[in-house]
């Protein structure tokens, strides 16, 4: 068998993804001495260079984190209503979803309401009529409410991304960091009491983390000072049943904290 020479700049490329995917700023390198069975590139100088990258990606995402946290919570919205934001943003080019949506899907419901349901993205029926959850999904979203003595007239319904990913793939991390303002906006506008996020996608782009969704939920977060409550995307209970009677624990959490709002 032949072995590939080990490539020392491959190797601390991986490293070090592997640390910042975990949230750890530094490195410890072993003193090892390394077996040359090659002429080696100059580790010091790459070594140096991967560091210096490290740092100035750090500095970013520490930038990043306290522009995000100098935004003061429910100051004044920049527009004076949905209706508003809704035209401002209708015509949204900012990503290139929307050069293949078919229409752009805002939200619906109460603007006034103290629920807000806030999914991640389009499907093919929701892309097609203009409105969230509308598909399968959409209908076991409406027995959802239904069960909990609510009507989609009392909540307010959008999702992270306001155009469907092409073949309903994931929304990709860009898409959502150009979205996400439009987004931030409806909430500030509506100023709802709770916030439920549906499904992996959304919960983690609200609380920008990567944490699994089984961890995520049955405990209260917040997103800009509103109570957040985690729950299964309905498109997923169409997939696995089995998780029905865990989204119906949590409708009932859900509701009872709705209800102390009165
Ligand atoms: S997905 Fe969002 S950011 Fe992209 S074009 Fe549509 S509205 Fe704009």
Redesign the pocket.
């Known amino acids: 068998m032949t072995y590939k020479p080990i490539n020392i700049h491959q190797m601390l490329k991986l490293a070090l993804a592997a640390q910042m995917e975990m949230g750890i700023s530094e490195m410890v390198l072993p003193a090892v001495e390394p077996v040359r069975t090659v002429p080696q590139p100059d580790e010091n100088a790459i070594a140096g260079q991967i560091i210096q990258n490290q740092e100035i990606y750090m500095a970013a995402k520490k930038a990043e984190k306290v522009s995000q946290a100098a935004i003061p919570l429910f100051q004044d919205p920049s527009f004076e209503n949905i209706e508003e934001h809704y035209r401002a ?1 209708c015509n ?7 050069s293949t ?1 078919t229409n ?1 899907v805002y939200g619906v419901g109460n603007p006034q309401a103290d629920l807000m349901f806030i999914g991640e993205a389009p499907g093919a029926e929701e892309d097609r009529q203009g409105k969230p959850f509308v598909g399968r999904a959409g209908k076991l979203l409406d027995q959802i409410l239904a069960a909990i003595k609510l009507t989609r007239d009392e909540v307010y319904i959008c999702n992270i ?3 469907r990913p092409p073949g309903n793939r994931d929304p990709q991390p860009d ?1 959502m960091a ?2 996400f303002p ?1 987004l931030r906006e409806q909430v500030r506008i509506i100023r709802p009491k709770l916030i439920c996020a549906l499904g992996r996608i959304a919960a983690q782009a609200l609380l920008q983390t990567s944490t699994p969704l089984g961890k995520l939920r049955n405990r209260w977060h917040e997103y800009e000072g509103v109570p957040l409550w985690i729950t299964y995307h309905p498109a997923a209970l169409l997939r696995f049943p089995a998780y029905k009677r865990d989204t119906w624990e949590d409708m009932k959490t859900l509701k009872a904290r709705y209800d102390e709002l009165k």
């Open positions: 943003t949204c080019q900012k990503c290139p979803l929307g949506r752009f991304l306001k155009c898409e150009q979205c439009h």
